[in-house]
Protein backbone atom coordinates (compact mmCIF):
# COMPACT_ATOMS: atom_id res chain seq x y z
CA UNK A 1 0.00 0.00 0.00
CA UNK A 2 1.70 3.27 -1.10
CA UNK A 3 1.62 6.30 1.46
CA UNK A 4 -1.77 8.05 -0.39
CA UNK A 5 -3.74 5.04 -0.42
CA UNK A 6 -3.00 4.08 3.29
CA UNK A 7 -3.68 7.67 4.39
CA UNK A 8 -7.06 7.72 2.39
CA UNK A 9 -8.06 4.40 3.90
CA UNK A 10 -7.09 5.60 7.22
CA UNK A 11 -9.04 8.78 6.96
CA UNK A 12 -12.81 6.50 6.46
CA UNK A 13 -11.94 4.33 9.21
CA UNK A 14 -11.69 7.12 11.28
CA UNK A 15 -14.59 9.11 10.23
CA UNK A 16 -16.85 5.94 10.08
CA UNK A 17 -15.45 5.48 13.80
CA UNK A 18 -16.49 9.25 14.97
CA UNK A 19 -19.21 9.79 13.36
CA UNK A 20 -20.71 6.18 14.93
CA UNK A 21 -19.64 7.44 18.09
CA UNK A 22 -21.35 10.41 17.80
CA UNK A 23 -24.66 8.66 17.56
CA UNK A 24 -24.31 6.26 20.15
CA UNK A 25 -23.56 9.53 22.34
CA UNK A 26 -26.54 11.61 20.91
CA UNK A 27 -29.39 8.38 21.59
CA UNK A 28 -28.87 9.34 25.54
CA UNK A 29 -27.23 12.43 26.43
CA UNK A 30 -28.38 14.24 29.15
CA UNK A 31 -28.61 18.24 28.41
CA UNK A 32 -27.23 19.31 31.43
CA UNK A 33 -27.22 22.84 30.98
CA UNK A 34 -30.57 22.63 30.12
CA UNK A 35 -31.04 20.37 33.56
CA UNK A 36 -28.93 22.82 35.80
CA UNK A 37 -30.77 25.81 34.56
CA UNK A 38 -34.47 24.20 35.65
CA UNK A 39 -32.76 23.31 39.20
CA UNK A 40 -31.95 26.77 39.45
CA UNK A 41 -35.09 28.57 38.48
CA UNK A 42 -37.37 26.39 40.24
CA UNK A 43 -35.02 26.77 43.69
CA UNK A 44 -34.77 22.99 43.92
CA UNK A 45 -31.81 23.52 45.82
CA UNK A 46 -33.17 24.73 48.76
CA UNK A 47 -34.06 21.12 50.22
CA UNK A 48 -31.61 19.19 47.55
CA UNK A 49 -28.13 18.81 46.10
CA UNK A 50 -26.48 16.07 44.19
CA UNK A 51 -24.40 14.34 47.01
CA UNK A 52 -25.59 15.52 50.04
CA UNK A 53 -28.74 15.21 52.35
CA UNK A 54 -30.81 18.14 52.84
CA UNK A 55 -35.05 18.32 53.99
CA UNK A 56 -34.65 15.92 50.61
CA UNK A 57 -32.68 13.24 49.00
CA UNK A 58 -29.53 13.10 47.31
CA UNK A 59 -29.93 12.96 43.76
CA UNK A 60 -27.61 10.77 44.28
CA UNK A 61 -29.25 8.80 46.42
CA UNK A 62 -32.28 9.25 44.11
CA UNK A 63 -30.04 7.25 41.36
CA UNK A 64 -29.10 4.45 43.55
CA UNK A 65 -32.82 3.52 44.89
CA UNK A 66 -34.08 3.59 41.24
CA UNK A 67 -31.20 1.97 39.47
CA UNK A 68 -32.14 -1.09 37.46
CA UNK A 69 -35.96 0.10 38.15
CA UNK A 70 -38.06 0.46 34.94
CA UNK A 71 -40.13 2.51 36.18
CA UNK A 72 -37.86 4.90 37.28
CA UNK A 73 -38.91 8.07 34.83
CA UNK A 74 -42.26 7.36 34.84
CA UNK A 75 -42.13 7.42 39.21
CA UNK A 76 -40.20 10.27 38.76
CA UNK A 77 -41.95 12.21 36.08
CA UNK A 78 -45.39 12.15 38.60
CA UNK A 79 -43.27 12.66 41.49
CA UNK A 80 -42.45 16.29 40.13
CA UNK A 81 -45.41 16.58 38.53
CA UNK A 82 -47.84 15.93 40.72
CA UNK A 83 -47.49 17.75 44.19
CA UNK A 84 -47.79 14.28 46.07
CA UNK A 85 -47.48 14.83 49.60
CA UNK A 86 -44.30 14.79 51.83
CA UNK A 87 -42.98 15.33 55.26
CA UNK A 88 -40.52 17.58 56.21
CA UNK A 89 -39.71 16.97 60.45
CA UNK A 90 -42.65 15.62 60.56
CA UNK A 91 -44.91 18.01 59.19
CA UNK A 92 -46.51 17.20 55.73
CA UNK A 93 -46.22 19.58 53.21
CA UNK A 94 -46.98 19.09 49.29
CA UNK A 95 -43.83 18.73 46.71
CA UNK A 96 -43.24 21.67 44.97
CA UNK A 97 -44.57 21.02 41.16
CA UNK A 98 -41.63 21.90 38.56
CA UNK A 99 -42.52 24.41 36.30
CA UNK A 100 -40.67 23.70 32.57
CA UNK A 101 -41.55 25.17 29.29
CA UNK A 102 -42.49 21.12 28.08
CA UNK A 103 -42.51 17.55 29.02
CA UNK A 104 -39.39 16.87 27.73
CA UNK A 105 -37.67 19.87 29.99
CA UNK A 106 -38.94 17.17 32.82
CA UNK A 107 -37.86 14.17 31.47
CA UNK A 108 -34.22 15.61 30.32
CA UNK A 109 -33.72 16.78 34.36
CA UNK A 110 -34.68 13.39 35.25
CA UNK A 111 -32.67 11.54 33.23
CA UNK A 112 -30.14 13.91 34.93
CA UNK A 113 -31.17 12.82 38.71
CA UNK A 114 -31.12 9.37 37.56
CA UNK A 115 -27.80 10.00 35.89
CA UNK A 116 -25.81 10.71 39.33
C1 LIG B 1 -39.32 22.25 50.51
C2 LIG B 1 -38.31 21.25 50.18
C3 LIG B 1 -38.29 20.68 48.79
C4 LIG B 1 -38.21 21.35 47.58
C5 LIG B 1 -38.21 22.84 47.33
C6 LIG B 1 -38.09 20.33 46.57
N1 LIG B 1 -38.09 19.08 47.12
FE1 LIG B 1 -37.81 17.33 46.19
N2 LIG B 1 -38.17 16.31 47.90
C7 LIG B 1 -38.30 16.89 49.15
C8 LIG B 1 -38.49 15.85 50.15
C9 LIG B 1 -38.68 16.04 51.66
C10 LIG B 1 -38.46 14.60 49.45
C11 LIG B 1 -38.62 13.19 50.02
C12 LIG B 1 -40.02 12.72 49.83
C13 LIG B 1 -40.22 11.31 50.31
O1 LIG B 1 -39.28 10.51 50.26
O2 LIG B 1 -41.33 10.99 50.72
C14 LIG B 1 -38.23 14.96 48.04
C15 LIG B 1 -38.10 14.01 47.05
C16 LIG B 1 -37.61 14.30 45.79
C17 LIG B 1 -37.19 13.34 44.82
C18 LIG B 1 -37.18 11.80 45.02
C19 LIG B 1 -38.54 11.22 44.74
C20 LIG B 1 -38.56 9.72 44.88
O3 LIG B 1 -39.49 9.11 44.30
O4 LIG B 1 -37.67 9.13 45.50
C21 LIG B 1 -36.78 14.02 43.71
C22 LIG B 1 -36.22 13.44 42.43
C23 LIG B 1 -36.98 15.42 43.99
N3 LIG B 1 -37.50 15.57 45.25
C24 LIG B 1 -36.69 16.42 43.10
C25 LIG B 1 -36.97 17.77 43.31
C26 LIG B 1 -36.86 18.79 42.30
C27 LIG B 1 -36.36 18.57 40.89
C28 LIG B 1 -37.25 19.95 42.88
C29 LIG B 1 -37.41 21.31 42.23
C30 LIG B 1 -38.43 21.36 41.19
C31 LIG B 1 -37.58 19.66 44.27
N4 LIG B 1 -37.43 18.31 44.47
C32 LIG B 1 -37.98 20.59 45.20
C33 LIG B 1 -38.26 18.23 49.43
C34 LIG B 1 -38.22 19.25 48.48
Not at 77 to 96: C, N, R, S, V, Y
Not at 101 to 110: E, P, R, W
Request: glycine share 4%; proline share 2%; net charge positive.
Amino acid sequence: MNQVKFSHFFRVVLAVGLTSGCLAVQAQAVDLAAAEALLLTNKCAKCHSVDKKKDGPAYKATATKYKGKADAEAKLFAHLTTAPTIEIDGIKEEHQKIKAKDDAAVKNLIKYILSR
